[in-house]
C-alpha cells in the first residue's frame, strides 16, 4: 500500500553524506535486536543473544559516530552555522491540515551529540552486561529489554515532531518499566517498576496537555515551524500564544510550564523525583544506562530542544532555573546520607541533572547569553560518562560483594584494583576536580549562573562542594575504610568484558572536557569561545577539595566521628536520611486521597446508586403487580360490576370530560 | 342464487362440513383417530379451498358483505382452526367426545364467519351470539373437572352480562339514528352525547371478548379453567374474529367519530399492556401466564387499530396471522406437556431444554415471536402496529407501548430461562407427540420464522386493504 | 463486491452448524466459517481502497438496494463506507478470536456455536445497513444470543446478569425504535432511508426529540453513563467468548448508531446535546476509572475500564470535530480488539488458575510466559502504549477535542487526559499482582496457551499493532467518511 | 286516562336495566343471576319496540330486533343451565360464590 506512505525527502544531503538509510538503521537495529530476542529469544538464543545485542548496537554505534562525524565536520555547517537538517520526514497521522504526527529524523548539534552519547553509553553497558548478567534465566530477554530502549532512546532524541518525541517519551518509559522490573518476582522491584511508570506517566499528562496547547496555537507539531511560528514576535501564532492568557499567565508560559513538567518527570527534578532512588531495584547496567546516563536526561533534552521557544518566555525559564537548583541541592543533601551505595549515586544523578536544569534555565538566547545551553549540554555529554562510569563501576562492586550496603564494603582497593582506578577517576571528575570532564562543563555552568542570577550561583557553589563530599564518602568507606571481610572464593572483576567497558569511560571521564564543546553545541549554532577565567574557577575547586578532604577526614580510617557528627545534628539527618519524607507524602496522597476519598466512593456509587436504580425498578413492577392483584378476585359479579364500571367511567369521560 | 353460492362459499363449506360430521357422528361408529384425520383432512381443504372463487359483493339487502380482505380474515381464522385440530390431537383422540369439540368449534367458526361480514348490527349481534354459546359450552367439555364448570360457568354469564350491555347499546343507537346497518349508519352520526353514550356500550362488548381491561376479568379464570384447545381458540380465533370486525365497526362505521374513539384505544391500550404485563409478571400457572400474555398483545393490537389509516387495517391483520402462528405454538407446547405429565406451572418446564430440545425451540420461538424480537415474526408485527399506531405523532403513546415491549420481554425470557437455564433433578421426561401434533408445531415454527421475513405477504394484505 | 455475501456467510455457517453431527465438526465449521468472514472482510478492505484509489467518491460503496415492505417505504439496502468497513475489520477479527479461545467449550457445543454465529450475523448485518429499518432489525437480532450465551454458558449470576444486560439493551433499542417512528413521521417525506433521510432536511423540533431518544438508545449499548450497569454484571459473568463479542462487538453497535444515525441524519440535535454529551462521556470515563481502581476481579477490571475507554468514543462523537470523530471510530476499533484480546487472556488465566482474583494470583510471568506477555501488551494498549492502538486512538481523539476553543471543551479534554493516569494506575496494579510477584506454589505447574489460544492472541494482537505502528491506513479509511458527516453537522 | 309516551316506555326500560343489573351484582344464586340478565335483555327489547314506534315507525327493525333477542335469550339461558347444571354436579351448589377457585 505504497499510496499510503509518502517518504518525503526534505533536505537532500550532500554527495557522499547521503545517510538516509544509516539514519533509519541507527535505530532500527536496536529494534530488530529487540524483536528477535524478543520472539525466539527463549527458545533459540539463549546463549547467543548478548553477543547478537552487542554486535547489533555496535553496528549501529558504528553508524552514529560516522553520522556525528559527517554533520560537525562535513556538511552540518553552512557558512559558520551549524543547521538544523531534516533529511526526511513521512506523515504518520494526519489530525487536521497541517497538524499531523510525522515520524522524521532531524540533525542538529544536540540530535547528533546525544545520538553518540546514546549509542556508545548503550554498547558499553551491552559489553559489561555480557558478563554482569551471565547465568541470568532470563538472559535474553533482558537484551531485548535493553534493546527496545535503545531504540526508543535513539527515536527520541532524533524526533523532528514533538509527538514523535512523545511516542518515543512513552516507549522509554515503558522500556525502562520493564528493565525495573526486570527481577519480577521481588515484591520491591514490582512496586519500583510500578512507581516509577505511574509517576512518570503523571508527568507525561503535563507534556501532553502542553503539546495540545502549542499544537493548537501554532498550528502545527513540527519541530522547526513550531519554533519559527513562536519565536518570531511578529508571527500571528505568537501574538496568540502571548494575548490568550489563564490565570494571569499567558497561554506559551503555560504551555512550556506544562511541558516542562513532563521533563521533570523524567528527570526526576523535585518533587517528581520519588521514582529515581526505588528504581535501582533494577540491575545496575540498567541503572547505568538509564537511569544515570541517558534516559534521566531526556527531560534536560527535551527543554533544551524548545529552548528557542522557552528563551521568549522568561517566566517558563524561571521556573525551570529554579526547580533545577532546588532539586540540585536538595538531591545533594539526601545523598550525604544514604548509605545504599546505589542510592547515593541516584541522588547524585538527580542533583547533577538539577545543575542541567538550571543552567539552561539562566541561559538566554545567542552568543554570550548562550553559555547556559552550551554549559547545560556539555555537562550531559560529561556527567554521562562519569555516571555511568560510577554506576558501572558500583555494579562490580556489588558483583564482588553481593551487597548494596556500604557497611558490608570497605577496604575493596585490593581486590579490584581496576574499579578502585575507574571509580577515583570518576569521582574527581564528577567532584570537579581539574583536569577531568567535570571540571569544565561545571565551570561553564557556574559561570552562566554567576553572570545570570547570584543566588543560583552560591547556591550551586555549595551544591558542588557538597557533590564532592558525598562522592569521596563513597569513594573511602568502599575501597578504603575497614578491611575487606570477603568469605570464600570470588570471581575478582568479571573478567575483560567488564573491564573494558570502564577502562574506555574511564578515559572518556578523563579527558572529554578538552573537547572544545562550544564550537559544536550552542544556542544559535554559532561557535562559542567558551573562556576560561582561572580566578572564577578557584572558588569551586576549592570548595571540592574542602569536601574531598572532609570525606576523607570522616571516612578514610573506620572511626566514629560520622556516628557523633549525625548524632550532633539529629534532626535534620533524620530528615535527610528519609529522603525528606517525601514517600510518605505521595504515600498519603494516593492511598488516602486517591483511592479511599475518589475510588472507593466511585465504585460504592456505582454497585448502589446507578445499579441500584435498574434493580430498583424491577423490585417495584414486580411489587405493584402484587399489590393489584386483588383486581382479579376470582368473583364474577365483580368482574361485571367493574365491566359496568369501566362503560360508565368512559361515557362520563368523554361525553363531559374529554370533549 | 348463483351469486349467494359464491359470495357465501366459506360459511356454506363450514356448514357442510358441520352436516357431514353430524350425519357420521349420528349415524355411524367411526374410530376417533379415522374422526380426526377425516376431520384436519376437511378443515384442510376449507383452508385451501378458502383462496379461490372469491368475489365482492353483499347480500340479503346489505346484511351479508363480502370482500377479498374479508375472505382473507376468514381464511387466516379457518387456518387456526385446522392448527388446532392437529396441536390438540392427542388431547383430542383420548376424550370421547370428539365429534361434539369439533361441531362445537365450527359452528362457532361459522358465527364468527357471519360476523366478519355482517352488514348490520342485527347480524353481528346473532353472529355473535353463535360464536360465543358453543364456545361456552366448550369450556366445559372436561365434565369432571371442577374448575372447567367453574371457567364455562364464569364465561357464559359474564358474555351474557356483555351482550345485554351490547343489546343496551344498539338499542340506543337504533333510538339515535334510526337504523341498524352499518352502510346507512355513518352518514347518521354526529357524535352527540347519546351517540357517544351508545358507542360506549357498543365498544364495552368488544372491549369483552377481546378481553380489553377492564373487560378482561374473565380471561384468565376462563383461560386457565377451560381446556388447553378451547384457550387456545378462544385466543386466537374469537380474539381474531372480534379484532377484524372491530376495522369494520371503528374504520366505516364509527369513522365519524373517530377522534372519540382515537383517544378511547390509547387510555385502554396503555391500560391493557400494562395491566396484563403486570399480572403475566407473577404467574406461575402457563395457561394463566398465556392468557395475561395475550391481554397484553391486545393491548398492541388496539395500538394498531388506532391508526385509522389502511396501515392500521393491514398491520393488524398481519398481527393476527402471526400472532395465530405464535400463540398457537406456545399453547400446543403448553397443551402437550400438560397432556403428557399434567405439569402446567412454569416452574415444571425447568430444564425442558435437556429432554425435549425440539418442543423447547419451538416454544423459544413462539415466546420471541410474542415477545417480539427479530428475526421471528412477531417483530414484523408488532413493529408494523407501532407504525400504525404512531402516524398520529403521539409520543407518550408510543413510548408506552415500547416501554410494555421490555416489560413483557421480561416475564417471556422468565419460560426462556427456565427452559434453558435453570437445573432441575426431575425434568419433564421425554415427550413423544402425536405426529400430527408435531408437523402442527413445525407449521407453527415455519409461520413464525418466514411470515416475517418474506414480506410479500404483508404486501399481499395491503394490497387486500386497498 | 456483494454485500450479501458478508450476511450470507455468517447465515450458511449457522445453518451449517446445526446440521453437523459431532462438536469437533461443529468448531471446524465454526472456524472455517469465521476464517472465510476474516478473508471475506479484507477482500472488502482492499476492494473498498481498490475503489477509492480508482477515483470513486461515492459516499457509499457496493450499494444494493431491493424492496422490503415497499408499502412501508422500507427497503433492504445495503452499503458501506469507510467507517463500516473498519468496523466489519473489528468485528471478523473478534469472531475469529472468540471461535478460538472457545474451542473447549464442551457444554451443548452445537448451540454455543451457533448462537456466537448468529451474534456475528447481526454485527455485519447492522454495519452495513443503509435502512434505519432493518439497521434495527440487525441490531436486535444480536441482544437475544448474548442473552442465551450468558444465561447458558455463564458464571456467577449469570441469569441475574443476563436478565440486566437483555432487558437494558432492550429497553435501549426501545427508545431507538421510538426516535426512528418520530424520524420516520417528522421526516417531510416518509422513508427509513438512511441516505435520503440525512439528504431531507428533518425539522428541528423532530430532531429536539429524536435526537436524545436515538442517542440514548444507542448510548446503552455503548455504556452511556449512567446506562452502564449491565456493562460489569454482564461482562462478568459472560463465557470468554460471550464477553469478547459483548465488549468488541455489541459494545460498538452502540458507537456506531450514535454516530451513523443519530448524529450524521441530526446534526442540529446533535449540537443541541452536544455539552451533555460530553459531560456525560467525561463522567464515564473519569469515573469508569476510578471504580476500576478498586477492583478486584479481573473481568470488572476490564469491565469498569471499557466503560471509561467506551467514554472516550462518545466524547469524540459529542465534540463535534471532525479529528475527534475519526478518533471515536478508531478507538471503537481499537477498543474492541484490546478488550476481547483482555477477556480472552482472563479466559486463559481462569481456566487454569480457577480465579479471577487478582490478590489470588502472582508471578504468573514464570508458568506462563506467553500468556502473561499478551497480558502486558493488552495492558500497555489500555494505558495507551505509542505503538499500540489505543495511543492512536485516544491520542486523535485529545487532538480532535482541542480544536474546541472554549473552556468548557477545555476542561472536558484536561479530564479526560487525566483518566490516562488512572488508567496507567489500575492497569499496573492489576498486572503487577497477576503476573509479577513472587509466584504462589499451588499455581507453579500450570500450563502456557494451548495452539488455538495463541493463535487467537497472534491475530488480535496483529491488529492491534497494525493500527498502533501504522495509524495512516485506518485514517485514511475512516476520516473522509467522518468528513462527510462533519460536513452535514457543519450545516456545509 | 292518557296514552303512555315514549318516555315513559324509556324510564321503564332503564329501570328495568338496572334492576336487572342489581339483581345480577347482588344474586348469589346463579339461577336468580340468569333470571336478572333477561330482566336486562327485556329493558333492551322494550327500548326497540319503544324506538321503533315513537321515532321510526316506518321500518321494522327494531320489532325484528326484539324478536331475535328473544330468540337468543332462549338459546343462551339454555346453554347457561346446561352449565350451572354440571356446576352443579361438581360443587354440589349453585351458589356462586362456591365457585371462585381461580383468581389472582
Redesign the interface.
Known sequence: MNDLLQIRVLQVLPLGWDLGWALILIPLLPLAGFLLLGLFGRKYLQRSSGILATLLLLSSTVLSLYTAYGYFFEFGKVDGIYQKIIPFQFTWLQFSPGVSIDMGVILDPISVMMLVVVSFISLMVHLYSLAYMKGEERFPTYFAFLGLFTFSMLGLVMSSNIFQMYFFWELVGVSSFLLIGYYYDRPSAVAACKKAFIVTRFADLGFLIGILVLAFYAGTLDFNTLIQRLTSTSAPEFQAAIASSFLGVSALTWALVLVFIGGAGKSAMFPLHIWLPDAMEGPTPVSALIHAATMVVAGVFLVARLFPVFSMSPPALDVVAYTGIFSALFAALIACTQTDIKRVLAYSTMSQIGFMMFALGVSGWGGENGLGFTASMFHLFTHAMFKALLFLGAGSVIHFIHSNEMKDMGGLRKYLPVTHITFLIACLAISGVPPFAGFFSKEEILLAAFNHNPAIYWTALITSGLTAFYMFRLYFSVFWNKEATVHGEHHGEGGFAMMLPLVLLAAGAAFAGFIPFGNFVSTDGKPLESAFHLQFSIAPVLLGLAGIFTAMWLYKKQNDRPASIAASLSGFYKAAYHKFYMDELYLFITKKILFNLIGRPAAWFDKNVVDGMVIGAGNTTQAISEKIKQFQSGKVQQYAIYFLAGVIGLAVLFIYIWK | MNDFLILMKSELVITLILFVLLIIKVGTEMKNDRFLSLVQFLLLANFIAGFFFNEAGSLFGGLFTTNALMTFQKSILSLGVYLISLLFADWLKKSEHMPEFFILMLSALLGMFFMISSGSLLMFFLSLELSTIPVAAMANFDLEKKIASEASMKMILSSAFSSGILLFGISLIYGATGTISFTEMPALLDGSPLQILAFVFLFGAFAFKLSVVPFHLWTADVYEGAPIAVSSFLSVISKGSIAFILLTALYKVFGPMHNVWYNMLMILSIATMVIGNLFALRQQNMKRFLAYSSIAQVGFILVGLSGNSFEGISSVVYFVLIYTFSNLAAFGVAGVISQQTGKERIDDYKGLYQTNPFISWILALALFSLAGIPPTAGFFGKLFLITAGAAKGNYFFITMAALNLIVSLFYYLRVIRAVFMDKNEQPIEKINMHPSTKLGMIICGAGIVFVGLLSWIYDYIVALTV | MNLISLIGLPLLTAVAILLMRNPQQVKWTALIGATLQFALAFALLFTF?NER?AGNEAQMLFELQY??????H?SFHLGVDGISVAMILLTAFVVIAGVLVSWNVTKMTKEFYFLLILLSFGAYGFFISLDL?ILF??L??A??PK??LI??WGSGK??NA???L???L??GS??V??GL??V???SPERTFDLISLSQLHIPITVQK?CFPLLFVGFGVFTALF?F???V??GHSSAPTAGSMFLAGISMKLGGYGCLRVATYMMPDGAKEYANIIIVLSTIAIL?GA??T???KDLKYINA?SSVSHCGFVLLGIGMLT??AMTGAVMQMVSHGLMTALFFAVIGMIYERTHTRQVNEMG?L??VM?FITTVLFIVG?CS?????LSG??AE??I???S??Q?DTFHRVA??AA??S??VT??YI??AI?QT?????KAEFSNLTDAAWNEKLAAVILIAGIIAIGI????L??LV?PAADIIMHKVAGK | MMEPGLYHLLFISAALFFIGVFGFFTRRNLITMLMSIELVLNSVNLNFIAFNKYLWPNRLDGLFFSIFVIAIAAAEAAVAIAIIINLYRSHQSIDVENAEEMKF
Request: net charge positive.
Open positions: 481502497r484509489a424492496n422490503w415492505f415497499p408499502s412501508l422500507i429499518f432489525f440487525f436486535e437480532i441482544v437475544i442473552y442465551l444465561g447458558i449469570k441469569e443476563a436478565n440486566k437483555a432487558l437494558m432492550m429497553g426501545a427508545l425504535l421510538v417512528l418520530g420516520y413521521f417528522g426529540i449512567p452502564h450497569t449491565w460489569p454484571d469515573y476510578f471504580a481502581m478498586m477492583q469498569y471532525k479529528t508471578g510471568l514464570k510466559p500497555l494505558l495507551g502504549l505509542p505503538g495511543f492512536v491520542m486523535t485529545l487532538m480532535g482541542w480544536q476553543p479534554t484536561i487526559c487525566m490516562i493516569v496507567a494506575v499496573l496494579r503487577g503476573a509479577m510477584g513472587p509466584i501504522a495509524p495512516f491506513w485514517n485514511d476520516s
